[in-house]
């Protein structure tokens, strides 16, 4: 599956931010999707992760209450809704894709066999 990340861009404190995520390829509803983050000098971490049918999601302790994962499988996208942005939460974001029909979501960056090209996110104070 191939995808493309979009919706990056600069906005203050406390502002929101719609991340989009269009897969292609006639299996992408079999993939699980998750989103990851890379700050400067800061190793990729896990932000959300959802399921293949939209069931199950997770959420890093940092963004749990503030960011909301969702799909449309009819439309191969997966969005990233980001409210009450702080400024440690600026990074280039990353969509990532696993193939899965199960209800599992994981959080491990090697359990991802395809990858978006990045989409910067500023927030500033």
């Known amino acids: 599956v191939q995808l493309q990340a979009s919706g990056g861009g600069l906005v203050q404190a406390g502002g929101s931010l719609r991340l989009s995520c269009a897969a292609s390829g006639h299996t992408a509803s079999s993939y699980a999707v998750g989103w990851f983050r890379q700050a400067p000098g800061k190793e990729r971490e896990f932000v959300a992760g959802?399921?293949?049918?939209?069931?199950?999601?997770l959420y890093a302790d940092s963004v749990k209450g503030r960011f909301t994962i969702s799909r449309d499988n009819a439309k191969n996208t997966v969005s990233l809704q980001m409210n009450s942005l702080k400024p440690e939460d600026t990074a280039v974001y990353y969509c990532a894709a696993r193939y899965s029909k199960s209800g599992l979501v994981v959080s491990r960056l090697n359990n991802y066999s395809s990858w978006g090209q990045g989409t910067q996110v500023t927030v500033s104070s």
């Open positions: 959802i399921n293949w049918s939209g069931g199950t999601s």
